[in-house]
């Protein structure tokens, strides 16, 4: 009798260690005929074994939920649980997890009642770009990459990727030279003016700003806003492709071999020869101001660069005026200093160069009196984009500079507001109207509060000046 009950257990047990999950060697392929290219985050894979699922197919979700099990089988990927799209007892269809490792042996471990397989190592490698440099890279001058990249990540390269002319999204490069890499240019860590028309872009997936077209050419970087070459000699240059959906992995989805590049002398009257040459080929197209234009510029940013940024400054596209003052963020401080008071005097405050005061008031201070006086100047203006600007300046402004040498210009500034904003609320512009409610829920004042009870009455920007109201503890009319 007790031979018959071990017999029967070691059965039992044998039956049971048949049925532990089991992967054949070789077994995860890409789930696609005669696919091709490295294997990668995101995609489906097939996954061939025994005793992976029940006898007859479960199907699961589509793959881009949340994974959960099917059918009592579940699969781990570097150990993030991946959603399965199909389960049979020898095959798993399963879409591999995105937050895991790009690069290296990654384990995956199939789950099936509680029994787990040996994990099985599968090799993950990114995609491969090709890059080649566009025309002759000289000292002091325009460096630009072009990138092709593989299908499908090429949707995600186009320059600009952002309203901030270094910001590349998720594409960045490696630069060496005799083996050693160059430290990237550190930029200015500020707070910054965003279109609301896109995001920050990424490979694989991701947002670029919104334009009103493509640009000529959309494949190409520029590297001189991400390294300075202000010396001659031989380089190599790589593209690395980070998907920022993860950004402390820092997974490489995509990467170049490194190529050479020559960095020829360039003299600096040929460079101001260039730059005179510049102010005659504005282009009138927002989007190649954008992508070609403005960023060549900016190969080194000085003073006569400066001068050749005035007019996008005040462009009609409010991405281009966006980008521009993004751009003031690379010149120096006492350079900024020194030039944005005369161009506000000249040309009047935009809503965009309002922010520049506000975040970069430390190199203002000195000249704040000579500012405002300019900018209320601007509060008589026809221009909606010079009042709104006049006003968004106010606003920032009046709170928090120090106006102890120059005590009248706060009154100054409510007076001058409160007589022109009856016209102003004539105009039913919102641009206008936005900030001038802004301003007025700073003013606790009757007047100010009359003034807002009119926006409200008036009705363009009446939930912002209804939520003034509230600010300032008065009630709102109904």
Not at 400 to 429: C, F, K, Q
Not at 430 to 443: C, D, E
Request: positive net charge.
């Amino acid at each position: 009798m007790r031979l018959g009950v071990l017999i029967a257990a070691l059965f039992v047990g044998v039956a049971a260690a048949q049925e532990v999950p089991t992967i054949n060697l070789g077994g995860i392929v890409p789930n696609k005929p005669g696919a091709a290219g490295p294997i990668t985050p995101g995609i489906e894979l097939a996954i061939y074994g025994q005793h992976l699922g029940p006898k007859t197919g479960c199907k699961g979700g589509s793959g881009w939920g949340d994974p959960k099990p099917v059918c009592g089988t579940s699969v781990t990927v570097s150990g993030e649980p991946a959603a399965l799209l199909y389960v049979q007892e020898q095959q798993i269809n399963v879409r591999v997890p995105y937050n895991v490792p790009t690069e290296g042996d990654v384990p995956f471990v199939v789950r099936r009642e509680g029994r787990a397989s040996t994990a099985t190592l599968v090799h993950f490698s990114p995609y491969t770009a090709a890059i080649t440099s566009s025309g002759t890279a000289y000292v002091g001058m325009p460096i630009w990459i072009e990138i092709q990249l593989p299908d499908p990540l090429g949707y995600s390269l186009r320059y600009p990727v952002a309203s901030y002319p270094e910001d590349f999204g998720g594409h960045w490069f490696e630069v060496r030279q005799n083996g050693v890499l160059l430290r990237p240019i550190v930029h200015r860590q500020s707070p910054r003016i965003s279109s609301g028309i896109g995001g920050l872009g990424s490979v694989g997936r991701g947002s670029l700003i919104g334009l009103p077209h493509e640009p000529k050419n959309r494949r190409r970087l520029p590297l001189h806003l991400a390294y300075r070459f202000d010396k001659p000699g031989s380089y190599e240059v790589r593209y690395v492709g980070y998907d920022f959906r993860y950004p402390t992995q820092k997974h490489v989805l995509v990467r170049s071999a490194w190529i050479p590049l020559e960095v020829e002398a360039f003299s600096a009257l040929k460079r101001q020869a260039w730059l005179e040459s510049m102010r005659g080929k504005r282009p009138a197209d927002a989007v190649e101001l954008l992508s070609d234009y403005l960023p060549s510029l900016l190969a080194v940013p000085d003073a006569t660069v400066l001068s050749l940024l005035t007019n996008a400054l005040y462009h009609s596209e409010s991405s281009v005026r966006n980008y521009t003052c993004n751009a003031l963020d690379l010149f120096d401080d006492a350079l900024i200093a020194s030039w944005i008071p005369r161009t506000v005097r000249a040309n009047g405050p935009t809503p965009e160069l309002a922010y520049v005061l506000s975040w970069r008031r430390p190199s203002f201070q000195a000249r704040g009196g000579e500012i405002a006086n300019s900018v209320l100047s601007y509060m008589k203006s026809t221009s909606p984009l010079l009042v709104a600007g006049a006003l968004q300046s106010l606003y920032f402004m009046k709170p928090v500079y120090d106006w102890s040498s120059h005590p009248d210009l706060p009154v100054l500034m409510d007076r001058t507001v409160a007589g022109e904003a009856e016209r102003l609320i004539e105009t039913h512009n919102a641009t206008i109207l936005q900030p001038l409610a802004l301003y007025l829920g700073t003013w606790k004042d009757e007047r100010s509060r009359i003034l807002l009870r009119r926006l409200v009455t008036e009705g363009t920007v009446r939930e912002q000046a209804e939520i003034c109201l509230r600010w300032m503890g008065a009630d709102t009319p109904h």
